[in-house]
């Protein structure tokens, strides 16, 4: 019985090295030098191969395409996190491609107006119950010259004027609160009068006051300020009128400018620190073209 | 009947390596830490005290083939060399191994895969010319050939621990067939 096994070991043995041998001899000659043995035995195991390679490829495949899909999630999980990173830059890249543009405007401004003037961001904002900007706080005070009653503007237009000041900020009073008072002119027609703010708490009005009855205001018209009593420079935009209401008695007529300025959406502006060049040359109030 | 159950499973986890080493692992190798999963397989056939000559011989002429068949060559050099392996092996007697502690068997499964890497590129030397391999490179040479071995050895313990799982399951069940 022992012998019996080994003999069967043996023999498995010897075979099992030999056909993988003779196989291994035929695949791996050079196909121009195949003997008769080498061809009978590749044409014996040729069905073999087909069968056995297409059931590795059954079995492999779908084992590969899980791994593939595995690893297109771990690929779509990163491409994932690197495209909110990508927004994230793109968004703060946008913001300050927005921030340069509005920076650069102002910059413009300056040197139109002729103004010594410094640039101020707005790092706060009372908001009213109706989300209207109320007054805003500038990131320039004492330190840096900055003194009430001095122009604030955008470059949409005038923002106001410095209400009191601090150390490093400084509250600014907005065109269109109530107590607001400025000399403007409308430039179509250059009619003039006081443009006050109506203190309105859910939108962003002013009235001008003292605006003959016979003066041709229209809506749309542009409102400047004039240049008068000097507190403002001249020929800075401050809104176009959207309402006109000539009463048939009185002197005036009721006029209401919505400002160009987006107060909610103020960032950046200039705090005028000197007279102008054209106030000091005697320009008046005459807009600038 | 036993026996064949264990073989499948054998062969089971051989499709397993084969198909886990040429996606996941693909990736992961560094040349030439290239390990050959199939060698700690047939040396556990080898040494393992409770396997027999034919069983070994037929598994491993088998793990071969799955080899050849995987790596989409046709029959021959990985069935030959399992085959020779295990021949070798179980010639040599190195079955005092699986009494060691697990770096005698990484060891053992190292050295063979170091070999059996060697005797794949002196077989292809002899039977395919002109040799695609940078043969006259001893330094390549050695390098894959001592990579193999080290990345052999490195993969052999989690081998060694599946194949004694996989016959120590019917053991068990004899066990509690015979309790019963």
């Known amino acids: 019985m022992s012998y019996l096994r080994r003999l069967r070991d043996a023999a498995i043995s010897v075979v ?7 196989v291994l001899k035929a695949s791996l000659s050079d196909p121009s030098e195949v003997g008769p043995i080498d061809a009978f035995v590749l044409r014996l195991t040729a069905p073999i191969q087909g069968l056995a390679t297409q059931a590795a490829g059954a ?5 590969e395409e899980y791994v593939d899909l595995v690893d297109a999630k771990a690929e779509s999980e990163r491409l994932a996190r690197e495209n909110a990173r990508y927004r994230q830059e793109l968004r703060s890249l946008r913001a300050l491609g927005r921030e340069n543009n509005r920076l650069r405007r102002l910059l413009g401004l300056r040197d139109q107006l002729g103004h010594e003037a410094i640039a101020a961001r707005v790092i706060a904002k009372e908001i009213s119950p109706e989300f209207q900007v109320m007054r805003i706080v500038v990131d320039r005070g004492d330190l840096d010259r900055v003194r009430p009653h001095m122009p604030v503007i955008s470059f949409e237009g005038l923002v106001g004027q410095i209400r009191r000041t601090r150390s490093t900020y400084a509250d600014v009073t907005l065109t269109t609160d109530s107590s607001s008072a400025i000399d403007v002119v ?15 708490k859910n939108r962003y009005v002013c009235k001008i006051q003292y605006l003959k009855r016979s003066d041709d205001v229209e809506e749309g018209d542009e409102v400047y300020t004039s240049g008068l009593g000097q507190r403002f420079p001249p020929a800075i935009l401050i809104g176009r009128v959207t309402k006109v209401d000539k009463e048939d008695f009185g002197l005036y007529q009721l006029v209401e400018v919505t400002p160009a300025v987006d107060f909610s959406r103020l960032e950046e502006v200039l705090v005028l620190t000197s007279r102008g060049r054209e106030d000091k040359e005697g320009t008046g109030g005459r807009p600038r073209e | 009947m036993k026996e064949v159950l264990r073989a499948f499973w054998v062969l089971l986890l051989g ?3 084969l198909v886990v080493k040429s996606s996941w692992l693909a990736d992961l190798v560094i040349a030439p830490l290239d390990p050959h999963p199939l060698v700690p397989m047939v040396v556990y056939l080898a040494i393992a005290p ?8 037929i598994t ?4 071969g083939y799955l080899g050849d068949v995987f790596q989409g060559s046709s029959m021959g050099l990985e069935t030959f060399m399992m085959a020779l392996t295990f021949i070798v092996v179980r010639t040599v007697g190195a079955r005092f ?5 697990i770096v005698y068997q990484s060891a053992a499964a190292g050295i063979t895969g170091a070999l059996v890497c060697g005797g794949a590129m002196a077989t292809r030397a002899i039977f395919e010319p002109p040799v695609p391999l940078e043969l006259h490179d ?3 040479i050695a390098s894959t050939i001592l990579g193999a071995g080290l990345a052999t050895g490195l993969v052999a313990p989690l081998l060694f621990e599946a194949m004694r799982r996989i016959e120590a399951l019917y053991s068990r069940r004899e066990e509690g067939g015979a309790l019963a």
């Open chain 2, 50 to 57: 409770n396997i027999s000559v034919s069983r070994g011989m």
């Open chain 2, 138 to 140: 001893h330094s390549y």
């Open chain 1, 186 to 200: 409308v430039r179509r027609t250059g009619a003039r009068g006081v443009l006050r703010g109506m203190g309105a």
């Open chain 2, 15 to 17: 499709v397993l390596v």
């Open chain 2, 97 to 101: 191994i699986l009494l060691r502690n």
């Open chain 2, 60 to 63: 491993s002429f088998l793990l």
């Open chain 1, 16 to 22: 099992l090295l030999v056909v993988p041998f003779l």
């Open chain 1, 59 to 63: 079995v492999s495949g779908p084992l």
